[in-house]
């Protein structure tokens, strides 16, 4: 009933920025029901892991985005949620899975977006 779709990925240079957007579509309850919205990341290797989600209380975020070079931002009103990365350097390389909770329905998955940083 909720599909996520993601977008903004791609390569940059060190040092570059991305904005990563995800849009929730489905049916309006549904989409109006969803508690979070945020983001995992899953770098080359490794296990998926929650980088930033957005929630009524605040926002969940790993130690990778309390270096400051990243900033989630949600539209209630729309139901997206956007990543903003800046200062990137290679080891904020993964896939990036946009991440939506369901009080009803449960968790929804984006298809991840590629973000790879060149030195």
């Known amino acids: 009933q909720v599909q996520l779709v993601e977008s903004g990925g791609g390569l940059v240079q060190t040092g570059g920025s991305l904005k990563l957007s995800c849009a929730a579509s489905?049916?309006?309850?549904?989409?109006?029901?969803?508690?979070?919205m945020g983001w995992y990341r899953q770098a080359p290797g490794k296990q998926r892991e929650l980088f930033a989600m957005s929630t009524s209380g605040g926002i969940k975020e790993n130690k990778d985005f309390l270096k400051g070079r990243f900033t989630i931002s949600r539209d209630n009103t729309k139901n997206t949620v956007d990543l903003q990365m800046n200062s990137l350097k290679p080891e904020d390389t993964g896939v990036y899975y946009c991440?939506?909770?369901?009080?009803?329905?449960?968790?929804?998955w984006g298809q991840g977006t590629q973000v790879t940083v060149s030195s």
């Open positions: 991440h939506a909770f369901h009080p009803l329905y449960g968790l929804y």
């Open positions: 489905g049916s309006i309850s549904a989409i109006k029901a969803i508690n979070t």
